[in-house]
């Protein structure tokens, strides 16, 4: 039938096989001498793909069908019958060819191969299709992990690891009552005169400039910051995990934010800024507050005291309470304090207050995590009471602060000689002189 649909031209016992079919296996001329010496091989022929119908040749845009089969011999060999089958095993085979599967003999065996390839090829390709599938998940997996790393991170920037993993699962957090921490504010003087005077671009970028030194000081001394509101930037040291020495820390961290002041410019002035820096130690209640953004707040009066202590501190000066000066001596008797004595602090009254001036178990340099150049100070001190940089002609300069330093030692050294030395293991504490600045 299929050859009939093909070659109508076709005409018993005039048509020659040549006409339609080109031998290709054996390579021997397709004469009745050569199939009778190669009548035991497997023949298999091509079908032609023009097709000669009056002299006019007719293209066929289908790929030409091939034979295969044997040449079985009949009538005592006078003729030769050829059993053969088209040579293909696929669906998309028969397709190219323009072939049906009804073009198949019911008895050959080629449409079980046909559709035996047909389910294997099926089944392989959808083995192929479920492995790209796995690879997909598997990227999408990792990817969504990386993802959900990130979010964890951010979470725990803006909360405690604690809190964030709580909040994560669903869970309510209570507030926690600790019983001693470490409060630490701080605020840029004249703030709202830089404000008023540049574009609130140069502001974002000196506070951006100004907290991002702040808060790898917070990860080397390992304390906690609460917030920023404006100028204002608040750290606590005790919360949320307890600690024996929160105030030696908070209280390093404090010399390093004065140490790191100095290195931002006022967009207004050009010189460094100046911040004032106040710290109380006491009881505080801690816990998480609203849904929407929520925020690790604390709550107390030692809250209330340590932003008194930053807004009655004076300018590149640690103002620090009675407390907390009691509770970073204790675990670091190489602080040195200065009396500033009774301060009238609003709702609170008379308190006596100190200024922290350095930490002589530690430089400068190892509280801020810098390199020293060659003609800074050993330990750092000096610049970090330099106020010659902030543009004052009256301020004390390294020279002059370096002169004080030397003669503090020999007055102390002299002390020590007269018997008048102070305790061992106790903080340094000497009279504090009271400069010309106003305290705002």
Known sequence: MYIKRTYPFCTPQETRLSDILQLVHPEVPLTFESIMAFKNSLFVFKMREVGVAGGVEQSSTAAAVMLKGCMMLVNDGKYILYLCSPNVTTVRELIDCNLHISDMPL???????????????????????????????????????????KTDELLCELMPQSVAEALRQ????????FSEATLLFTDIVTFTNICAQCTPYDVVTMLND????????????????????????????????PCDNH?????????????????????????????????????????????KMPRYCLFGDTVNVASRMESYGIPCKIHVSSTTQRAGAASNPAFVFVERGWVNIKSKGDMYTY?????????????????????????GYAEM????????????????????????????R??????????????EIVPYEPSKTKIN
């Open 247 to 291: 105030a030696e820390r908070v209280l390093n961290v404090a010399i390093g934010m004065i140490m790191e002041s100095k290195a931002v410019m006022s967009p207004i002035t050009k010189h460094p800024i100046r911040i004032r820096a106040g710290l109380h130690s006491g009881p505080v209640v801690a816990g998480v507050v609203g849904r």
């Open 414 to 427: 002299k002390a020590n000689s007269d018997g008048n030395a102070l305790q061992h293991h106790s903080a």
């Open 170 to 177: 669903g869970c309510t957090v209570e507030a926690c009552e």
């Open 107 to 149: 008895h050959d065996g080629t449409r079980d191969l046909i559709m035996l390839n047909q389910s294997r090829m099926s089944q392989v390709e959808l083995n192929k299709k479920l492995e790209e599938t796995t690879k997909n998940l598997k990227r999408m997996a990792f990817e969504l992990e990386a993802e959900k790393q």
């Open 210 to 241: 100004l907290y991002l030194r702040f808060d790898r000081l917070v990860g080397l001394h390992d304390v906690y910051k609460v917030e920023t509101i404006g100028d204002a930037y608040m750290i606590v040291g005790g919360v949320p995990v």
């Open 355 to 379: 200024f922290l001036e350095r930490n002589d178990r530690r430089s400068v340099w190892e509280l801020t995590g810098r390199h020293r150049a060659p003609d800074q100070t050993i330990d």
């Open 385 to 412: 009471h330099d106020e010659a940089i902030y543009g004052d002609p009256h301020a004390h300069s390294v020279e002059d602060l370096k002169a004080q330093r030397t003669a503090k030692k020999n007055l102390f």
